[in-house]
């Protein structure tokens, strides 16, 4: 028996979402079937985190086992083949899913239990809408102002209160009852407490940023997220950075747990699903990096 660890990216742009569901297209269900047609038998895989409509992965980890004659190393290839637009033979184009990364583990891992912790990336653009980027970024669109002059009648960037949003997101490192950040319709959980370990506000003037000069990158690490918890997390700071609330409404609207008291959700077109932590050593210091 062979237990097998996929690492594997995709654009949820054509998805609903990552689960199966009959009758319509889901990563879930695309992989499995690939894999299947690979591995010769019906496969089902495991994964860690089910991501929503439109929602992204950079780092997406699932996992599958049984008794099969290809070697693991193979797999990797041929279903990457299979995903691509060049079914039957080298593909030139990838796919609108990837496999990254193909290892066997231990017979008794399992790709969710044996979860530690996550990182989530949402991209945030303050700049003109680009109809290039509108399924990957959150344009702040109703918040602009428009800006004419002369010479131009153009649109102004958003301006956002970075340090206010730093602030308000050193009252989200920790760990809280986020009922406030957690929106109806979600699977029911036996607790809303969550350890938040760092928050990371990244500008284009960070060496590490998203590269586009208009752009915003919010990463969040934690033990385990709720439904919808980090569109919540990033809508309730966009608000702060608009100055429509104050950096400390978001420990009241914690302390409270009343989703009423946090702030929008943001669209799922921005948010990434990044690192996918199996190794508590492996999670960044429990501190707010902001």
């Not at 284009?204 to 709720?226: Q, Y």
């Not at 400390?248 to 929008?264: F, P, Q, T, Y």
């Amino acid at each position: 028996m062979k237990n097998v660890l996929l690492t594997i990216e995709y654009d949820g742009s054509a998805f609903h979402g990552w689960q199966e569901q009959p009758g319509l297209r889901t990563v879930q269900g695309t992989l499995q079937e690939a894999l299947s047609k690979v591995i010769g038998f019906d496969v089902h895989v495991n994964g860690t985190s089910r991501t929503d409509a439109g929602v992204h992965a950079l780092g997406q980890c699932c996992s599958f086992s049984g008794d099969f004659g290809i070697p693991v190393a193979n797999i990797k290839a041929a279903v990457n083949n299979l995903l691509s637009e060049g079914r039957t033979g080298a593909g030139t184009k990838p796919g609108d899913i990837r496999i990254v990364d193909c290892r066997e583990v231990p017979e008794d891992f399992h790709a969710r239990f044996d979860c530690k912790g996550k990182t989530y990336r949402y991209i945030l653009s303050t700049g003109q809408p680009d109809i290039f980027r509108r399924n990957y970024c959150y344009f702040v669109d109703g918040l602009r102002e428009a800006v004419n002059d002369e010479e131009n009648d153009s649109e102004a960037a958003v301006a956002l209160d970075v340090e206010k949003m730093r602030e308000a997101a050193g009252h989200i490192v920790g760990v809280h009852d986020f009922a406030c950040f957690q929106s109806s319709g979600g699977i029911p959980r036996e607790t809303t407490v969550r350890t938040i370990y760092s928050l990371k506000i990244i500008t284009s003037a960070d060496s590490n940023s998203n590269g586009n000069i208009d752009d915003l990158v919010i990463e969040v690490t934690g033990d385990g997220f709720l439904y919808n918890m980090v569109r919540i997390i990033v809508g309730t700071l966009v608000e702060v950075g608009l100055g429509k609330r104050e950096p400390d409404s978001v420990s009241e609207a914690i302390e409270a747990k009343d989703r009423r008291l946090a702030g929008h959700t943001a669209p799922a077109e921005g948010l990434y699903l990044a690192v996918i932590y199996f190794d508590k050593d492996e999670i960044p210091d429990y501190a707010s990096i902001v």
